[in-house]
């Protein structure tokens, strides 16, 4: 029998309680594929973007930098980009543009992942509970069965109830791998855009003599 076949007679061997762990795993891949395209998508090489800013604005061309920004859009580019716009200004504008965009950027940052927390828990509940209705049934069946069945009755019953147990936990693991990998991935980018934020800010304050008006708002 091929490990296909088995986890199939596994899962129909656990009954209805298999039901809901199907679908939380479901769940659970989805969103975990998901996350990660997205913070793949949004992860920048920040000493590599710090680099083609700085000579940009050393050289004076803000129109540069914010090109720089537009021609690859990340949640960082789009924070900084928001703040080059506002180079001719105050410090204080500077930064304040910066925060309104991390303001929607950000959570897109952070969205679903404290899900697969949630999922991973109620994955393990739904296996307990379609374990414990399975040795209720398993248990009923015992009571009426003839004394020399009573044994093998209880023991497949036990081993069918317990498929539940398995695939809750099974399942449940894979989320808190997704959760922890996302998170820690998640805050690396956030990290990264903080510490960018600082540097542009920075610059622009320490070059702003030097860039080329006509582009702030």
């Not at 920048?44 to 537009?70: E, F, P, R, T, Y």
């Not at 990340?74 to 543009?97: C, H, Y």
């Not at 317990?162 to 695939?167: D, R, S, V, Y």
């Not at 399942?171 to 991935?185: C, I, M, P, R």
């Amino acid at each position: 029998m091929s490990i296909l076949q088995t986890m199939w007679q596994r899962f129909h061997d656990g009954g209805w309680g298999m039901w809901p762990i199907l679908f939380t795993s479901i769940v659970t891949i989805a969103l975990i594929v998901e996350r990660a395209v997205y913070l793949m998508r949004a992860s920048v090489d920040k000493d590599k973007l710090l680099a083609l800013l700085k000579s940009q604005v050393m050289s004076g061309n803000v129109q540069g930098a914010i090109k720089v920004c537009s021609g690859n859009p990340t949640p960082m580019t789009r924070i900084v980009q928001a703040g080059l716009m506002k180079f001719n200004r105050s410090d204080d504008e500077v930064q304040a543009a910066m925060d309104e965009a991390s303001l929607r950027e950000l959570p897109k940052i952070n969205a679903r992942t404290p899900y697969l927390a949630m999922l991973s828990n109620f994955a393990v509940m739904a296996g307990l509970i379609g374990t414990i209705s399975g040795m209720i049934d398993v248990f009923g069946k015992v009571k009426n069965s003839d004394s020399g069945d009573k044994a093998g009755t209880l023991a497949g019953g036990i081993s069918e109830a317990l498929n539940c147990t398995f695939f809750g936990i099974s399942v449940s693991l894979l989320g808190l791998l997704g959760f922890s990998l996302l998170s820690g991935k998640t805050t690396k980018v956030i990290d990264d855009i903080n510490e960018v934020t600082v540097q542009v800010v920075n610059l622009v304050t320490s070059h702003r003599a030097q860039m080329q008006p006509g582009m702030g708002m």
